[in-house]
C-alpha cells in the first residue's frame, strides 16, 4: 500500500486515516486505533444501475464535555432528507472539498454521555478519480473512500455496529467484518475496531478457497487466483508461524477488484486491484506478488499507530519489512536483494523518518522505503535472531508510538545499536 485515494489524500492534511499503496498496484488502509467509537445501526439499499443509495441510520456516540455539535463527512452525491434526534436542535451542511460536511448541533443537556441521532439520505454516489469505490452494474465497491456511509470527520472514531445493506437480486458479496447474507440482504457487524463498512459485490463473484484463504473475483483468469492463492497460502504460514502464536491472522479473503488503482485491508478483508481488460497491475513474478500480499497481511498485526501522524511509519515500514523478510525466506537472497535496492533507492534524499518534534504524517516513501531500509540495516549491525526477537514484540504487543518502539528495541539490541538507529531516524 502505498498511495492514499485522492479524497482521502486531500483530506489528511486535516485529519488522519491511512491508505497506502505497496509494490505495484494496491493501497491499503490501517484501522484507526480505539480512541473513540460511533455505534451505528443502519440500512441501506444499494442500486448498481442508477447508481443511488437509499440509506438511514442511527448512529450513537459519546459526546465531548463542552461540545455542542458532531461533524460527518457524507458522500457529496446524496441528500439529506430528515435528521433527528432528542438532542437534535439543528443540522447544516456545506462542501469540504469533495464531500458533503454535515453539523449536527446539539442541544446542552446537564449528565448526557451520549448522543444518538437518526439520519436518512438518498442520491447517487460520486467517486473520486481514482476508481478506489464504485456503484455500478458489474461491479460494486464501497468503504472509507467514498463517504457512502457518514464518517466521523475527526477520523479518530471506530465504526462499531451492523448494516443491512439491500441488493438487487443476483448479487453476491463479501465484506469486512462479520458478515451474513440472507436473500438480498448483507448483514455486515463491526464488533473489533474496524475504520468503516466495507464491502464488494457482483452478479459474477465467484469464491474460490484454498487452505487458509479464499478469493473473490468477477472473472479474473484462473492463472491469477491460483498464484493469488499460493501467495496467500505462504504469506498467512510465514506470518503466523512468527507473530500469530495468540492471535493468527483467521481465513484471509482477497477481493480481485476488477479495475485500477489502489487497495486495502481491513485486518482479514483485504482489496487488491488487478486492472482492468487485459492488463494487469499485479507484479508478474511470484516473488513481486508474495511481497505484496504479505506487506497487506502485515497490517493484520502491524497497525494501530495513528495513521495521519508522525508515528504512521510504524504502521507501514514495519509491515514492509516484514513482507521484505518473508520474501527473502520465501523466495531467497535475490528477490530480496532487488526489494532492498528498491527501498535504498527510495529512501535517497528523504528528511528523517521521525524525530521529536514531528507532527506531520511521514511521505510515502519515508514510510514504505527509507524506514524499512534502516529497519534492514538494522538487522545487518545486530544479526537476524535479534531482529526475529524485535519484530515479534513489535507485532504482538501493543507498542504503537514511536518513543514506545525506540523503548522496546533498546532492551532487545545493544545500547551503540538503538542510538544508532535512533539517530539515523531524525536524520
Ligand atoms: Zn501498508
Redesign the pocket.
Known amino acids: 500500500?502505498r498511495r492514499m485515494s485522492r479524497v482521502v489524500a486531500a483530506l489528511v492534511g486535516m485529519v488522519s486515516i491511512a491508505s497506502?499503496r505497496?509494490a505495484a498496484p494496491a493501497v491499503?488502509t490501517?484501522p484507526v486505533p480505539s480512541t473513540a467509537r460511533a455505534v451505528y445501526e443502519g440500512t441501506v439499499a444499494a442500486f448498481p444501475e442508477s447508481g443511488t443509495v437509499q440509506a438511514a441510520w442511527t448512529i450513537r456516540m459519546a459526546r465531548r464535555p463542552g461540545a455542542d455539535s458532531l461533524v460527518f463527512l457524507l458522500n457529496r452525491g446524496v441528500t439529506i432528507s430528515s435528521l433527528s434526534g432528542r438532542d437534535v436542535q439543528r443540522y447544516e451542511t456545506s462542501r469540504a472539498r469533495d464531500l458533503t460536511r454535515l453539523a449536527v448541533h446539539l442541544a446542552p443537556r446537564a449528565g448526557a454521555a451520549e448522543a444518538e441521532f437518526r439520519l436518512e439520505y438518498a442520491g447517487r454516489l460520486q467517486f473520486s478519480e481514482d476508481r478506489i469505490n464504485g456503484l455500478a452494474p458489474e461491479w460494486v465497491e464501497l468503504g472509507l473512500d467514498s463517504f457512502w456511509f457518514p464518517v466521523v470527520a475527526d477520523f479518530s472514531h471506530d465504526v462499531q455496529g451492523r448494516v443491512r445493506l439491500v441488493l438487487p437480486p443476483g448479487y453476491r458479496a463479501i465484506s469486512s467484518g462479520s458478515q451474513s447474507m440472507r436473500g438480498d440482504t448483507l448483514e455486515i457487524v463491526n464488533a473489533r475496531a474496524l475504520p468503516d463498512f466495507a464491502f464488494a459485490a457482483s452478479r459474477a463473484l465467484r469464491t474460490t478457497a484454498q487452505g487458509r484463504a479464499r478469493t473473490h473475483d468477477a472473472g479474473a483468469s484462473p492463472d491469477l487466483i491460483a498464484r493469488m492463492l499460493a501467495s496467500a497460502a505462504r504469506c498467512s504460514d510465514h506470518l503466523n508461524a512468527r507473530y500469530g502464536a495468540r492471535d493468527p491472522i483467521p481465513t484471509a479473503d482477497l477481493v480481485v477488484a476488477p479495475r485500477s488503482g489502489p487497495g486495502y485491508?481491513r485486518q482479514r478483508y483485504v482489496v487488491i486491484s488487478v486492472g482492468d481488460g487485459a492488463k494487469s497491475n499485479l507484479p508478474a513474478d511470484p516473488a513481486g506478488l508474495t511481497h505484496f500480499v504479505c506487506?497487506?497481511f502485515s497490517?493484520y498485526w502491524s497497525v494501530g499507530a495513528k495513521p495521519s501522524g508522525p508515528d504512521n511509519w510504524l504502521?507501514?515500514g514495519f509491515?514492509?519489512f516484514v513482507a521484505g523478510r518473508a520474501v527473502r525466506a520465501i523466495h531467497g537472497e535475490e528477490a530480496w536483494a532487488g526489494i532492498l535496492g528498491t527501498w535504498q533507492k527510495g529512501a535517497v534524499g528523504q528528511g528523517p523518518v521521525w524525530t521529536a518534534s514531528s507532527t506531520a504524517r511521514p511521505p510515502a516513501n519515508v514510510s514504505y522505503r527509507k524506514a524499512p531500509a534502516l529497519l534492514a540495516e538494522l538487522e545487518a549491525r545486530v544479526g537476524s535472531e535479534r531482529m526475529d526477537a524485535l519484530l515479534v514484540r513489535f507485532m504482538t504487543e501493543p507498542l504503537r508510538t514511536t518513543p514506545v518502539v525506540l523503548g522496546m528495541i533498546d532492551e532487545v539490541v545493544e545500547p551503540e545499536h538503538g542510538a544508532w538507529f535512533r539517530a539515523e531516524l531524525a536524520r
Open positions: 500500500m497506502c505497496s491499503s490501517a485491508a506487506h497487506e497490517h504502521n507501514e509491515a514492509e
